[in-house]
């Protein structure tokens, strides 16, 4: 993503700093001004900027700090404290309720900014997390735009509403609803139309649509390629409609999204999900300091947290158990994949991270729909096994079970050598975690079997040989681990989340 870059001049220029062990005034000038520069570049407004070197200044005062106080830590603070504060709308969003009803979700925005894309997307975030979701199409004024929805809906498994002849949306958003609401479903999410310098139909209508339909919330959409001129469009919305969050889209393409981002949150408008895809899952929640962390690298845990037990992955405490073990089955890995396949594309995942977003180049953690298709192949040959032989993979290594395993899935025998071959080193490595985390020397991180398989997928994905060797290490040497914790102690981070996931880690 685009914002990665700017995320990684703020890093540099930090590191810059750092390498003073007592930074001066001159040095700590020189920071704000690369960091200021790289702002600028991203369309972040002059006076957001300005504001944001004169907090830091006056946050951290050299001249009055003893020598004991360690100043590089402290302005690595402030100017993270700052980055938060310039993306915080100081406002929190419509919270959604599930068990009260049915939420209705109501999605405004400009034409083309990627709306009817983005209902589709919110409302597979929730029927993942296993809420009775479905969807409105009352777009009437874009021809094509209920054909969109309808597929979008139909590849998510979303059950949606539409209608070809009627052209009031607000009859068709009504109709919906109805029917939705007597259905009970926990979320229903209603599409409307958007135009282009039509405005005032635009918001006569979405004011109709609004009282018609009385949302929970309404979900203003806008495309970060705007920079800073998100302001004023936002603004605009919220004048008119109880816009009570926001949702960015493209800025997996766009220079300007970080001007984007802080211009909507100083218009007080709470950002709720960023768009960084075109893709169903290329969607992500959105919260100022997680993003600012992972923005510079430095992880972003409780989103982690969030996505695995999202995925389901974290439930499962005989899993857990025998993974510390050191046991790891065919059937073990295939559950893994299940649930990493639920979690999305895993450069994202791998992200989510901390410090491992600082070690990968942009892409290396191969595509994510590649790793997801290699996963979905590895799933069809597991299906061909028996019981006996995904409990004791030992017994599928000779050519007649392969040969059937290849029939029974419609693959090569290679390809069911080749997930052999990768269960082997799966295997291997939960081994070695596993016995190291009975020496103790793990704080936890043996429970994560799947960070293993992880590092293997992405190797599958497309990862080269040598970040897979650096990521099997980073599962396996603790001294690694604390190098790599860096902005984040990676290992009391992996261990808090471990102890989440009822595996005990060592805090
Ligand atoms: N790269 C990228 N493309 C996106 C994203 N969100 C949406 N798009 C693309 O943007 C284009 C427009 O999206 P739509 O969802 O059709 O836009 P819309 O706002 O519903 O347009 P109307 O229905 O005419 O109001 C499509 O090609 C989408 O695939 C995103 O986060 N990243």
């Known amino acids: 993503m685009v914002l990665n870059e700017l995320g990684g001049k703020i890093s540099a220029a930090i590191k810059r700093m750092s390498a003073n062990t ?59 404290d700052e980055l938060c504060r310039m993306l915080d709308a100081g406002q929190k969003p419509v919270a959604l309720k599930r068990g009260h009803g049915s939420n209705v979700v109501m999605f405004v925005g400009l034409q083309g900014n990627g709306k009817t894309t983005t209902c589709a ?21 874009r021809a094509g735009a209920f054909d969109q929805l309808k597929q979008n809906a ?20 009504t109709a919906g609803v109805d029917r939705f609401r ?21 918001f006569d209508e979405m004011e109709q649509m609004a009282a018609a339909v009385e949302p929970t919330d309404i979900v203003f959409v806008m495309d970060s390629s705007i920079g800073q001129a998100a302001h004023d469009q936002a603004a ?21 999204g970080g001007g984007a981002l802080s211009a909507v949150a100083a218009t007080r408008s709470p950002i709720t999900f960023i768009g960084t895809g075109e893709h169903i899952d290329e969607f992500e929640p959105f919260a100022a300091e997680r993003f600012v962390g992972r923005l510079l690298g430095m992880g972003d845990v409780s989103g982690l947290m ?9 439930n499962n405490p005989d899993m857990v158990k025998r993974l510390t073990g050191g046991v790891f089955t065919l059937r073990d890995m295939n559950e893994q994949f299940e649930g990493i396949a639920r979690m999305g594309p895993l450069d994202k995942v791998m992200g989510m991270i901390p410090g491992l977003s600082q070690m990968l180049p942009e892409g290396a953690a191969g595509n994510g729909s590649e790793g997801a298709k290699r996963i979905q192949v590895f ?118 989340m471990m102890q989440q996931m009822g595996g005990g880690g060592r805090k």
């Not at 949606?160 to 052209?167: C, L, N, Q, R, V």
């Not at 007597?182 to 635009?202: M, N």
């Not at 109880?242 to 960015?248: F, L, P, R, T």
């Not at 969030?306 to 974290?314: F, H, M, N, P, V």
Request: hydrophobic share 40%; net charge positive; aromatic share 6%.
């Open 379 to 496: 799933g069809y040959m597991m299906d061909a096994m028996t019981d006996e032989e995904l409990d004791n993979p030992k017994i599928v290594w000779c050519q007649s079970r392969i040969r059937r395993v290849a029939r029974g899935s419609g693959r090569h025998p290679a390809e069911v050598e080749g997930l052999l071959t990768e269960y082997k080193r799966f295997a291997k490595m939960v081994q070695s975690v596993g016995s190291m985390s009975k020496k103790g020397g793990m704080g936890g991180l043996g429970g994560l079997g799947g960070m293993g398989g992880m590092g293997g997928l992405g190797g599958a994905g497309g990862m080269s040989p040598a970040m897979q060797a650096k990521m099997a290490q980073a599962a396996m040497d603790p001294a690694m681990l604390r190098q790599l914790g860096g902005a984040g102690n990676m290992q009391e981070a992996l261990s808090a």
């Open 154 to 173: 139909t590849k998510a498994k979303i059950p949606f509403y539409g209608s070809y002849t009627e052209t009031d949306p607000v009859a068709i958003a």
């Open 306 to 314: 969030s996505t695995i037990q999202d995925a389901g992955l974290a």
């Open 22 to 80: 007592v930074p001066d005034e001159t040095v700590l000038k020189q920071m704000l001004s690369e960091i200021a520069r790289a702002l600028l570049e991203a369309d972040v407004n002059v006076r957001a900027v300005q504001q944001l070197r004169g907090n830091v200044l006056a946050a951290v005062d050299l001249s009055a700090l003893g020598a004991g106080v360690n100043k590089v830590k402290l302005i690595q603070k402030a100017v993270f």
């Open 121 to 141: 997307k919110y409302a597979y975030h929730y029927s993942r997390k296993g809420w009775k979701t479905c969807l409105v199409c009352a777009d009437t004024f």
């Open 182 to 202: 007597a259905e009970r479903y926990d979320l229903i999410v209603v599409d409307t139309s958007g135009r282009h310098k039509q405005e005032v139909a635009l």
């Open 236 to 256: 605009a919305f919220r004048s008119r409609v109880a816009v009570g969050s926001v949702i960015i889209t493209k800025l997996d393409g766009h220079a300007k």
